[in-house]
């Protein structure tokens, strides 16, 4: 019954008859209307809130969402040597909508224990950082962090606050460290507190977590990315050949 309720509540959003930032009905009204348990309907605003069609708010109920179109995030086109080497951004891959980077760079860092072991950095070795914000039409979509070998980096354009065309990966490969193989580790998980700020998320949205490594040819790892996407703002595209 739950489904049949998120059905029929997403049938009168298409309709019109409830626009983005409007209130839709609370659970009792809706519980009361199909003859279930408040429970029940819970269920189903929240099945809306995870399918990324109403949000949350702490004391008021649930509200229609602004529709947006999923980012297509082409896992393998998007990290194409033509790509990156032409001078092109990676995001231009995936989406051709306008995208707003906030970059910070947070210079020498001591990095967390499992990235320093897959940068192969000693005890003592610092990796240098870089921090972004995307977003598409207003929404934050996406945080990262990128982790690249200090005593590799240092002095170099990786280091400046733009890093020119082709971004970091057009740099290593200047610098003669070219990334030939990408290795990406998913995970769906509840987001901290800080991701949640920095994504606007409402409490019941999950994150998709993309740990990617990239590697020369010689298999030396050389930058670890650390992302937070949005669930709902991101499709996962993978096309490779059989």
């Given amino acids: 019954m739950f489904r049949q309720i998120a059905d029929d509540l997403q049938a009168a959003i298409d309709a019109g008859q409830y626009g983005p930032g409007d209130r839709l009905p609370g659970e009792n009204p809706l519980a009361a209307e199909y003859g279930v348990a408040a429970m029940t309907a819970r269920q189903a ?27 297509r995030r082409r ?28 970059s910070r760079v947070l210079g020498p860092v001591t990095p967390p224990g499992k990235i320093a072991d897959v940068l192969d ?8 950082a870089r921090y972004r914000r995307h977003i598409v039409e207003g929404r934050p979509v996406l945080i990262s962090t990128s982790y690249l ?4 980096v240092e002095g170099t354009a990786i280091t400046e606050a733009d890093t020119g065309p082709g971004g970091i990966y057009a740099r290593l490969a200047d610098l003669g460290f070219a990334p030939a193989r990408f290795r990406e580790e998913i995970q769906v998980r509840t987001p901290s507190d800080d991701e949640r700020a920095a994504l606007n ?24 990315n ?14 490779f050949d059989a």
């Avoid at 605003?45 to 980012?71: M, N």
């Avoid at 070998?149 to 590799?152: Q, R």
């Avoid at 650390?226 to 096309?239: F, G, H, I, K, P």
């Fill in 149 to 152: 070998p200090l005593a590799l």
């Fill in 226 to 239: 650390e992302m937070t996407l949005d669930s709902q703002a991101y499709v996962l595209e993978y096309d």
């Fill in 121 to 128: 950095l000693g005890k003592d070795e610092h990796a240098f």
């Fill in 201 to 224: 998320l409402s409490g019941s949205t999950p994150v998709i977590k993309v740990c990617r490594t990239a590697y020369t040819d010689e298999g030396r790892a050389v930058e670890l």
């Fill in 45 to 71: 605003l929240r099945t809306l809130a995870t399918e990324g069609v109403a949000e949350s708010r702490k004391g008021a109920g649930f509200f229609v969402l602004a529709s947006f179109t999923p980012i």
């Fill in 75 to 102: 896992g393998v086109a998007r990290l194409a040597r033509e790509n990156w080497a032409s001078g092109a951004s990676i995001f231009s891959a995936d989406d051709s909508r306008d995208l707003t980077v906030e």
